[in-house]
């Protein structure tokens, strides 16, 4: 009990930034948002008709260089574009990128809870599409 008075505050820090850093890859199982490969979407981009590409980065992030075909909406109003993305998407999967694959999880997250039946994330993002060679258009 001693232990617990003297160290309460950093527990209680320490699981509110667990709790923090695991919120999006729960909600991602939760609500059933699956992860594409870089590879897998460069197929998938191929296909007929191609998923509908969500870039959550910020403008000035997505003009330094995007995946032909994705559409900018910043992860800061995805919520209030989801009726709109959804009606866009009309039958197609929906997939989400940003730099890493971390914002893009939230970002599936938000538009799977907004009524997007079938939402991939892209595991490592542009990074991971940068380093397997894939090209950007800036």
């Known amino acids: 009990m001693e232990w617990l008075q003297q160290n309460g505050l ?3 820090l320490t699981l509110f930034v667990l709790g923090m850093t695991l919120k999006n890859p729960i909600l991602a199982r939760v609500y059933g948002v699956q992860s594409l490969s870089v590879h897998q979407l460069a197929a998938l981009l191929q296909a007929k008709p191609s998923p509908l590409l969500i870039d959550v980065r ?3 992030e997505f003009a330094s ?3 032909p075909g994705a559409r900018n909406e910043p992860l800061s109003n995805l919520s209030e574009r989801v009726a ?3 009606a866009l998407a009309d039958q197609r999967d929906v997939v989400v990128v940003c730099r890493s694959g ?3 999880l939230g970002g ?3 538009l ?3 009524g997007c039946p079938k939402v991939f994330n892209v595991a490592g993002g542009m990074l ?3 380093a397997q060679g894939f090209g950007a258009n800036r």
């Open 102 to 104: 971390a914002r893009s």
């Open 112 to 114: 799977k809870r907004g």
């Open 108 to 110: 599936a997250v938000v």
């Open 128 to 130: 991971q599409w940068s």
């Open 10 to 12: 950093t527990l209680l």
């Open 65 to 67: 260089g995007h995946i």
């Open 58 to 60: 910020t403008p000035m």
């Open 84 to 86: 709109a993305l959804r």
